[in-house]
């Protein structure tokens, strides 16, 4: 099996970045998706720039404001609203706001692999999942996928290049060291896999932004674990970035 352990939300604040790298440093991430919108963009692709991770692009409609000056996709604040419909002026600015994330990373010197999203809001509904599909098809790039999502169909899913299978299970409550370890064994058939992760490390500007913040850590240790290195070689895992399937 080649596995892919992708952590999300590179970018959204310094801890979450220097998390990140231990997490490839010291444990078994692979590959990672990074946020262009946030003021720990730069610090990320620096961090990261003598590194073999594999780096996607974080599509975010969710979070923060927009590069493009999107009006119909922010509050007053200007800030991206909370709001899971979107009318079809709204689906046009989301596809040029999704299109800059990924110009601005491949001009920032990004080699970028693959495309997910913050929130997973590319699976929120079959027009979203459409219009990243279509993206990711112009920039000849691996896209996430769940195949689980009930409004997904053989259509739908034709000319998508992803992993034969994915998993989000491993967060939250349901982040420790044999659950993570039993996702892989019941997978394990499949050639290609991604599983979604989120590390990161505390710092200042987390504290009133990130509900996730403490778990954050625990999956960092837990990802870097040496019962987490030794599973992986015992069960003859290869690990690998989305550039490499």
């Known amino acids: 099996m080649k596995l892919i352990i992708n952590a999300d939300d590179l970018g959204f604040s310094k801890g979450i970045n220097y998390g990140i790298y231990d997490a490839y440093k010291y444990g078994i991430v692979r590959s990672t998706t990074l946020m262009m919108n946030m003021k720990s963009t730069d610090h990320a692709i620096e961090l990261l720039k003598d590194t073999n991770i594999g780096i996607g692009v974080h599509l975010n409609a969710t979070a923060g404001k927009p590069l493009l000056n999107s009006e119909v996709l922010v509050d007053e604040d200007g800030v991206f609203r909370k709001t899971y419909e979107f009318t079809e002026d709204e689906l046009k600015a989301m596809h040029l706001e999704f299109e800059a994330q990924i110009i601005?990373?491949?001009?920032?010197?990004?080699?970028?692999?693959?495309?997910?999203?913050?929130?997973?809001?590319?699976?929120?509904?079959?027009?979203?999942?459409?219009?990243?599909?279509?993206?990711?098809?112009?920039?000849n790039l691996k896209l996430r996928c769940d195949k689980q999502y009930t409004f997904m169909h053989e259509g739908l899913l034709e000319d998508v290049s992803t992993t034969e299978g994915f998993s989000q299970e491993f967060f939250d409550r349901t982040v420790y060291l044999e659950h993570l370890m039993d996702i892989i064994k019941r997978n394990k058939d499949k050639s290609t896999f991604e599983i979604m992760v989120h590390p990161g490390f505390l710092c200042g500007n987390l504290i009133n932004r990130d509900s996730y913040r403490e778990m954050r850590m625990v999956e960092n240790s837990i990802l870097t674990s040496q019962y987490m290195k030794d599973f992986i070689l015992q069960e003859e895992i290869e690990l690998v970035h989305f550039g490499q399937i």
């Open 104 to 139: 601005l990373a491949y001009e920032k010197g990004v080699k970028v692999t693959h495309l997910d999203s913050h929130h997973h809001i590319h699976m929120w509904q079959e027009s979203i999942f459409t219009l990243v599909k279509a993206l990711a098809n112009k920039y």
